[in-house]
């Protein structure tokens, strides 16, 4: 018998939040167990009912995606990241990955493409939309150490 992912949406379009949790409970496997406007709200959620993976969008009302995903590594908790977002500059990518977000996908990728990252960051693994992959070698290239002996990973 197939485990049940639990997950919470936190996007402050209700539309868009409403379309994802479709798309998600086509899935047998996985269920939305929290949907939100605010980053506030997420974090509380997260902090009681611990789901396994928290989808969070960069930009939201009382505490944005980054800042929830920054308290949930600083204070263990025990949920995986996944930003899902409209901002495709490394810049944010890198503070997704510095805050410890799992997998990084952009709003106006396949469906698919959110359906493999919830499966792939729930067996430990990251997950980048493939258009901005060329971000996670840009990252491994700059995190080499000075001395040569290979890389640091996040």
Not at 84 to 97: I, Q
Not at 133 to 139: A, K, N, T
């Amino acid at each position: 018998m197939n485990e049940t992912i639990t997950i919470l949406i936190a996007d402050d379009h209700p539309l868009f939040r409403k379309g994802l949790k479709e798309v998600i409970e086509g899935e047998p496997s996985l269920k939305v167990v929290k949907e939100t406007g605010d980053g506030n709200e997420a974090l509380l959620y997260i902090e009681e009912q611990k789901p396994d993976i928290a989808i969070l969008d960069i930009e939201m009302p009382v505490m944005n995606g980054l800042d929830v995903a920054l308290k949930v590594q600083q204070r263990q908790l025990p949920v995986d990241i996944i930003m899902l977002t409209m901002h495709d500059k490394e810049t944010f990518f890198n503070c997704a990955m510095d805050a410890g977000a799992m997998g990084y996908v952009l709003k106006n990728s396949a469906i698919p493409d959110i359906l493999d990252c919830i499966q792939n960051v729930h067996a430990g693994k990251y997950y980048i939309t493939p258009s901005i992959s060329s971000y996670l070698m840009s990252r491994a290239k700059q995190s080499k150490s000075p001395s040569g002996n290979g890389l640091k990973f996040f």
